[in-house]
């Protein structure tokens, strides 16, 4: 054998020794996961919580850092950027699966450039109020805005995003009409409008304002689902209000690691957060700030994404026919 193919086969041979033996010390430093939007808001609040509890069965810490903008793409270029070796995780939610793929916020971006480790929770939309507003009911606020159109303040996050489309469905629905305000940077900027009176109410989750419903600061009128939120008794369900509309629309989290991270370091992730997930510290938590936890695993979470990423995509294409949505 010429000595040039004796030094390639020795350095190829070499090189996935440092790569077994890098699997199998892993992890031996901190890893960083990724959260596409501001701190302060629900996706935030959840991958920390459970991100700290995953850590107790690892022999390293896991950091949380907020890196936002563009409805989440600019956390995920960073993710799907980085070296695939478990120690940069992301976590992903609707915007991330759907809108930013759908608009092509990141060219040639898709799922596929990254490797799914679980879902963990889903989370429906929902109205809230600040504490001062009129409305006491979903039906309340229909009427009014069907009285007055587009004078009532709604604030969604980014133009697009998946609260805008929750909202372009029930305009769609009901035949009401609202004044939008766009804030992007996920639920926190939302807050800040509501309490400072920016805006009459806002969509995201029951969860990203729990704090605040729990002060009595702000209210929920409804949710967008078909069962009712148990840490929220006083909230309906959509399909318990008076307007008989079918709209049933929310956010999930997904945790998610670069393409060509290694199969048993997706493993040593998985089982970590899955231990962390049946905890009885966070199986209690959750729900106390209206996330239903909501696992899947990943050799189920690709299959599910793609079916909704079909599903989504069929109705937002639709929307951009009618010129009620753009790209």
């Known amino acids: ?39 302060g808001g629900g996706t935030d609040a959840i991958v ?5 509890i995953a850590e107790e069965s690892l022999p390293v810490s896991m950091y949380v850092e907020n890196i936002e903008g563009g409805m989440s793409a600019t956390g995920l270029l960073q993710l799907t950027k980085a070296r695939p070796d478990g120690y940069t995780i992301g976590a992903l939610t609707y915007d991330s699966v759907i809108t930013v793929p759908w ?3 990141i060219p040639g971006f898709g799922t596929d450039q990254m490797k799914l480790i679980a879902r963990v929770t889903s989370e429906p939309d929902a109205i809230i109020t600040s504490d001062g507003a009129p409305w006491k009911s979903f039906d309340d606020l229909i009427a009014a805005a069907k009285e007055k159109p587009n004078t009532i303040r709604v604030g969604i996050q980014n133009m697009g995003a998946r609260t805008h489309l929750t909202l372009l469905q029930l305009q769609d629905l009901t035949g009401a009409q609202f004044k939008i305000v766009s804030y992007p940077g996920g639920a926190a900027p939302q807050k800040e409008a509501l309490l400072n009176g920016e805006v009459d109410f806002v969509i995201t ?23 009712q ?41 998985e089982t970590a957060y899955h231990d962390a997930f049946e905890s009885d510290e966070f199986q209690q938590w959750l729900p106390k700030i209206g996330v239903a936890p909501d696992w899947l695993g990943s050799g189920d979470v690709d299959a599910w994404v793609k079916q909704t990423q079909e599903t989504l995509f069929g109705t937002m294409d639709e929307l951009a026919e009618q010129g009620i949505l753009s790209k």
């Open 1 to 39: 054998m010429p000595i040039r193919q004796i030094t390639l086969s020795i350095a190829c041979a070499t090189l996935m020794a440092t790569a077994v033996s890098a699997q199998a010390d892993y992890p031996d430093r901190d890893i960083r996961v990724i959260v596409p939007w501001a701190a």
């Open 48 to 52: 920390r919580k459970l991100s700290s």
């Open 103 to 105: 608009q092509g916020t």
């Open 205 to 227: 989750s029951l969860g990203d304002f729990a704090p605040l419903i729990e002060s009595g600061k702000a209210r929920g009128l409804v949710e967008f689902s078909d069962k």
């Open 229 to 269: 939120n148990e840490a929220f008794p006083d909230v309906p369900p959509v399909s318990e209000t008076d307007t008989d509309i079918d709209l049933q629309m929310g956010s999930f989290i997904i945790l998610a690691a670069p393409a060509r991270t290694p199969d048993a370091t997706i493993e040593t992730l």
